[in-house]
C-alpha cells in the first residue's frame, strides 16, 4: 500500500504552546487528508477532513481555532495544536486518500504521541 | 447502540488456532477496512472491500452487504499476529459523512506461542 508519513512521532511540550504535527503522503497524491485522536484503550476519533486547496471540515465538538489544519499541497498537511494543555494529550494519526468514493483507499500515518505537561 | 459493532472484544488464541473477528454494522456503507494496530501504535490498512472476499497471506476478510456483515480471518496464527483489528466502514454516497470512516471498538488479539 501507499505510504504515509508523520513527523514528529512523539512531542513533549509545556502548557501554553503550540505544537505543529505533519502529516505526509510519500508516493502519492492526497486530495484528502484527514486527521484523527485516539484515547487509551479507546478507538479513532475523526477531527477533521482536510481537502488539497481548500478550508478544513471540522467534527461537531472539536474547535477549528484550537486544532488548525492546513493542506497546501497534494502530499502535506498539517495540524497545529495552538496553546496546548494537559487534556490535549493524546495519539494523533492522520489518513491520506486520493479521494472519497468507495474504490478510494485511506492509507494511515504511524501517529503523533502529543504529552502536554 | 454503536453503528460498527465488533465481537469478540478480547481473544485469546494458541500458535496454530484459526481465528474469526466478527463486524456487523448497521449504516449504509460504500466500502469497509479492516485495519491492524500494534501497541506501538501505528495502523496498517489489511484490507478494503465493498463485496465478497479478499485474501492476502494468512488472512482473509469477508463481506455480506445483504446482512451488513463482514470477519476477518487468520488461519496458523502467529504470536506476531498479536495486535488491535479494528472494522471501519466507509460512509455511503451522499451527505456530509460521504468517504467518513466510522470505526468499530477494536478486538484485542493475543496469540500465545
Known amino acids: 500500500g501507499a505510504v504515509v508519513s508523520q513527523h514528529p512521532s512523539w512531542v513533549i511540550c509545556k502548557s501554553g504552546t503550540s505544537v505543529k504535527i505533519e502529516c505526509r503522503s510519500l508516493?502519492?497524491?492526497?486530495?484528502?487528508m484527514f486527521w484523527y485522536r485516539q484515547f487509551p484503550k479507546q478507538s479513532l476519533m475523526l477531527m477533521a477532513t482536510?481537502?488539497?486547496?481548500?478550508?478544513?471540515?471540522?467534527e461537531q465538538g472539536v474547535e477549528k481555532d484550537k486544532f488548525l489544519i492546513n493542506h497546501a499541497s497534494l502530499t502535506l498537511s498539517t495540524l497545529t495544536v495552538t496553546s496546548a494543555h494537559p487534556e490535549d494529550s493524546s495519539f494523533y494519526i492522520c489518513s491520506a486518500s486520493n479521494g472519497v468514493h468507495y474504490y478510494n483507499e485511506q492509507f494511515f500515518g504511524p501517529g503523533t504521541r502529543l504529552t502536554v505537561l | 447502540k454503536n453503528e460498527v459493532e465488533q465481537s469478540p472484544q478480547n481473544l485469546t488464541a494458541q500458535e496454530g488456532e484459526f481465528i474469526t473477528i466478527n463486524c456487523s454494522y448497521s449504516v449504509g456503507i460504500s466500502a469497509l477496512h479492516w485495519l491492524q494496530q500494534h501497541p506501538g501504535g501505528g495502523i496498517v490498512s489489511l484490507f478494503m472491500?465493498?463485496?465478497g472476499k479478499k485474501k492476502h497471506g494468512r488472512l482473509i476478510a469477508t463481506i455480506n452487504i445483504q446482512e451488513k456483515h463482514s470477519s476477518l480471518h487468520i488461519t496458523a496464527s502467529h504470536p506476531r499476529d498479536s495486535a488491535v483489528y479494528i472494522c471501519?466502514?466507509?460512509?455511503?454516497?451522499?451527505?456530509?459523512?460521504?468517504?467518513?470512516?466510522?470505526f468499530g471498538q477494536g478486538t484485542i488479539l493475543t496469540v500465545h506461542p
Open positions: 482536510s481537502n488539497e486547496g481548500s478550508k478544513a471540515t471540522y
Open positions: 471501519a466502514a466507509k460512509a455511503n454516497a451522499g451527505g456530509t459523512s460521504y468517504g467518513k470512516l466510522t
Open positions: 508516493d502519492f497524491q492526497a486530495t484528502t
Open positions: 472491500l465493498s463485496s
